[in-house]
C-alpha cells in the first residue's frame, strides 16, 4: 500500500511539473511569435520605404 503511494505522489509531482514547464513554454513561445510579428512589420516597412 505505501509503495502504490508513494508511485501515486511521483506520478502527481511529474505532472505538475510538466504541465507548469508546458505553460512556461507556451508563454514564451507567444512573446516570440509577438516579437517575431513585430520584426516582420518592421521589416516590410523599412522595405516600403526605401523603395
Do not use: C, P
Amino acid at each position: 500500500m505505501n509503495k502504490l503511494i508513494k508511485i501515486h505522489m511521483y506520478i502527481l509531482k511529474n505532472l505538475l511539473i510538466y504541465s507548469g514547464l508546458k505553460a512556461l513554454v507556451k508563454r514564451y513561445l507567444k512573446k516570440f511569435k509577438d516579437y517575431f510579428m513585430m520584426l516582420t512589420k518592421i521589416n516590410i516597412g523599412v522595405h516600403n520605404w526605401s523603395e
